[in-house]
């Protein structure tokens, strides 16, 4: 989670939503990294999960990614948490719950749907702390301003 942290920090020199995610392999190894880059590259599925999906993928030369864990800051939005259980990840570790939007618990709980041919393991609220602070502290300050 310190590394998907480092990554969300990055995201606001760009004026995005400092949302950090990496990608973990079964031997602990990072394969995949991402930040939200939204608005840096105008991309409206550039949500960090995705990004460390395709980052992860790209080094597995395989979209199936079996054996690896999805660490990000903020709890998966109903894209990212589709995103993943289409990836075949074994597990979804978030930081900060998302009571607007999040779909692994919030308002959806699309990984632990019974329909589906894949459910990856939820493990909730590691540094949820430390990944709402970065939120809030971004969220403050645009309001400052605007």
């Known amino acids: 989670m310190r590394e998907a942290l480092a990554e969300a920090e990055q995201a606001p020199h760009t004026g995005d939503v400092p949302i950090g995610a990496v990608v973990v392999d079964a031997e602990?190894?990072?394969?995949g990294r991402g930040r939200n880059v939204r608005e840096a590259e105008a991309d409206p599925v550039?949500?960090?999960?995705?990004?460390?999906l395709r980052a992860a993928a790209r080094a597995a030369g395989s979209w199936r990614l079996s054996g690896c864990t999805?660490?990000?800051t903020l709890e998966p939005c109903a894209m990212c948490a589709g995103a993943s259980v289409l990836a075949r990840v074994d597990r979804i570790v978030f930081g900060a719950f998302d009571p607007k939007a999040g779909a692994v618990g919030s308002l959806w709980d699309l990984p632990r749907d019974s329909r589906l041919n894949h459910r990856p393991e939820v493990v909730p609220g590691v540094l949820s702390a430390e990944a709402g602070a970065l939120l809030e502290k971004f969220f403050a300050s645009h309001r400052a301003v605007g």
């Open 46 to 52: 550039g949500h960090a999960e995705v990004v460390a």
């Open 28 to 31: 602990g190894q990072i394969v």
């Open 70 to 72: 999805l660490v990000v």
